[in-house]
């Protein structure tokens, strides 16, 4: 049996439901789109073009969860689907757009360049827990415009896993569509077996900005499948009550599915978010409260109920450096996340909210992760029956480690984590050199990235990237790109 | 003459095979079709066993191996010795022994499995080993000793309340006059070096490679 966590009652599921629709048509939605009013009111919605309030009939809404698939699969380079977003499936990528990067020397938040997000990159691929990559730092040495494609043409350069990005402009989309386009061919192939998932977000409360409709719409016309990140912040942003914050995530992801099946029938899109319970006391968004990830299950739940795949940024820390505050905040909602069976849970890495990567807490984080995937694989009797044979065949002997059965099934029972998790004696951890987790992570990292084997595109492919992606910087005044790092 | 040589080769290598990949079964198999195609013992040993255990313990050091893998191969290299041991005594040979260990968990401790593992490695590692067991009186270390001439004394405490037992066989070896026949090693999870020099052992060490590592230095 697979462990699970259900937060809310069936009854309250579906009131958070019903009201959410009720949300559609009073107040109604904001939408600062064209295309989307077009859609909304072709469809027969009203649509206030003074206000921009849409208001959107539930049978509207209902349509297109019957058109919305609720599964689909992501494929990595060599086109093989490795990741599945549908049942209660769990997979995990690095969280995504940090603005700063921890310093593996001086441990000091710093602004991202290339090579840091190259290394990023190349540290992914290496690390056997994380399912995806992530478009996970905005490096600051091209110009703020490019700052979304940028770092989709580096992962593009370095990368084998399917990976999870999103753009910042209306514009910069299609050039994020072009790169990957190049990558597997043509649009019909990337529709057949897409390699990547755009994030788009709603404003809270009930709102949808020019740019993150646009993208979502422009996703789903090209079948590209995209991710709902609903944000309601409970206490400023949204009602404080846990319940209400999830009825008004419901109500914003059930406009974006309205909205994307509208421009597309049948486009993929991912019911998810990245909620936080307000911190009262600095004004914050904490993104290791309890009460973010009690947000996040519960609307995991909801959305399962109405058979969305779905996702969440959880996993992360608020703390400014990797110590305990961040090892327990990542571990908390990392395994509530898989308990709650999320099919992606973007946050590995990060910390400060959501602006800070680390290469280190990127290998701690996995061997939590490591541990929540065994958490939900659960206890299986593996034998018939399940130990009688073999404890009356040892009787009283303590001689277990010597047995077959022991070497068939330790692998598949325990986990065994890497040399980040300390578990010597004393003695041996001394002899180590009396590392902290800290240390033990800069090794860790180190020893990964030696591992690393380049991406197999072709020198032809990656000239078409740089072409692609040159013409976009020169836009905005950056005539060369920054050179890739050596290998 | 070449064929023949080619399958013993290839025998020997299946036997060190058998043993890397931890089929103990099969190393016993392998050992016994060995032993009847006149390949000499001291040659499957040297060329078929040993080096399977040089791998695993290469492997269980680099991480890519665990416990199971090593006790396992280790048993099926002391099995194939059980069957070849008659073979090198037909022909007046003897195994070069590292050493003679006694080993055992101290009166008063029931612990068993750090003090077997270390037992059981030491064993596939070339030494000659009486594993005595848990809860060992004192005067039977003493006695044992005496009867094999061992050169190493392992003593395995898992307990606070039992550790000092390590100094009372220390003693006791002391007032039997054969302290100097002997190193003794301690082990367990409460010991360390500190504990190791304050009760005169000769050695400690945190894990059955570490043992092995020091029962080298100490009488190899």
Redesign the interface.
């Known amino acids: 049996m697979r462990p699970k966590l259900n937060i809310l009652s069936d009854e309250m599921a579906d009131q958070i439901i019903a009201e959410g629709f009720e949300l559609l048509m009073d107040p109604g939605v904001r939408v600062h789109n064209e295309d989307a009013h077009k859609l909304l009111a072709d469809a027969g919605a009203k649509v206030d073009m003074e206000t921009r309030i849409a208001y959107i009939p539930e049978s509207i809404a209902r349509r297109a969860l019957e058109t919305r698939p609720s599964e689909f699969y992501l494929y990595n380079l060599d086109g093989e689907p490795t990741v599945y977003y549908g049942g209660d499936s769990i997979q995990f990528d690095p969280g995504s757009a940090a603005i700063a990067i921890l310093d593996s020397e001086t441990q000091e938040q710093r602004p991202p360049l290339t090579d840091d997000f190259v290394k990023f990159v190349k540290l992914v691929e290496t690390i056997p827990q994380l399912d995806a990559q992530s478009t996970a730092m905005i490096c600051t040495d091209v110009p703020g415009e490019i700052g979304d494609l940028y770092r989709l043409y580096l992962a593009l350069n370095y990368m084998r896993k399917p990976i999870i990005t999103g753009a910042f402009r209306k514009d910069t989309w299609w050039t994020m569509k072009d790169m990957l386009v190049a990558m597997v061919g043509s649009e019909e192939a990337l529709a057949a077996k897409p390699i990547a998932v755009f994030d788009v977000c709603p404003s809270p409360p009930l709102l949808w900005s020019d740019l993150t409709c646009q993208n979502m719409i422009d996703c789903a016309r090209y079948s590209i499948p995209s991710e709902l990140v609903s944000m309601p912040l409970a206490g400023a942003t949204s009602p404080v009550t846990l319940a209400a914050a999830v009825v008004q995530h419901t109500a914003e992801c059930l406009s974006g599915v309205t909205i994307s099946q509208l421009a597309q029938e049948g486009a993929p899109i991912v019911w998810g978010g990245s909620p936080a319970a307000f911190d009262m006391r600095e004004g914050t968004t904490p993104m290791g409260a309890v009460g973010t990830w009690m947000i996040d299950c519960a609307y995991t739940q909801v959305g399962k109920r109405l058979g969305m795949p779905t996702h969440a940024y959880l996993g992360m820390s608020d703390a400014k450096v990797v110590d305990a505050q961040c090892g327990l905040e990542s571990s908390g909602g990392a395994l509530m996340a898989a308990l709650a069976g999320v099919n992606m849970v973007s946050g590995a890495g990060m910390m400060d909210f959501e602006s800070c990567q680390s290469y280190e807490k990127l290998v701690i984080d996995a061997e939590i992760i490591g541990m929540a995937k065994r958490l939900v694989a659960g206890i299986e009797a593996r034998d018939e029956p399940i130990a009688l044979t073999l404890m009356r065949k040892l009787g009283h002997r303590?001689?277990y480690?010597?047995?077959?059965h022991?070497?068939k099934w330790?692998?598949k029972e325990l986990y065994?984590p890497s040399?980040v998790i300390d578990r010597?004696?004393?003695?041996?951890w001394k002899r180590k050199g009396a590392k902290t987790a800290w240390g033990r992570a800069q090794d860790r990292v180190n020893e990964l990235l030696a591992t690393y084997e380049p991406s197999p595109i072709s020198d032809e492919l990656r000239a078409e990237l740089r072409d692609i992606t040159t013409k976009a910087a020169q836009k905005f005044g950056m005539d060369e790109l920054p050179p890739l790092p050596r290998d | 003459m070449s064929e023949k040589l080619s399958n013993n080769g290839q025998l020997l290598s299946a036997i060190t095979n058998s043993i890397v990949e931890g089929e103990p079964d099969e190393t016993v198999d392998l050992t016994r079709q060995a032993i009847e195609a006149n390949i000499k013992p001291l040659t499957i040993i040297n060329e078929g066993l040993v080096p399977g255990m040089n791998i695993v313990g290469d492997k269980f050091q680099s991480g890519e191996y665990f416990l199971p893998h090593l006790i396992i191969a280790a048993s099926g290299m002391q099995r194939s010795m059980k069957l070849l041991e008659p073979e090198l005594q037909a022909r007046q040979q003897a195994v070069e022994r590292a050493g003679t260990l006694v080993i055992g968990s101290v009166a008063g401790d029931i612990h068993e499995i750090g003090k077997s593992l270390v037992g059981t490695m030491m064993s596939a590692s070339g030494f000659q080993v009486y594993d005595l067991g848990v809860d060992v009186p004192t005067e039977v270390f003493v006695a044992k000793i005496r009867e094999t001439g061992a050169n190493l004394l392992g003593l395995s405490a898992l307990l606070t309340t039992t550790m000092t037992v390590q100094r009372d066989v220390i003693e006791a070896l002391e007032e039997a006059g054969i302290r100097d026949q002997v190193k003794v090693i301690i082990g367990g999870a409460p010991v360390n070096q500190e504990w190791a020099d304050t009760i005169g052992a000769d050695g400690y060490a945190d894990d059955a490679v570490g043992a092995i590592e020091l029962a080298k230095q100490l009488v190899g």
């Open positions: 303590a001689d480690l010597a047995q077959m022991t070497l330790f692998g065994i040399s010597g004696t004393l003695d041996g």
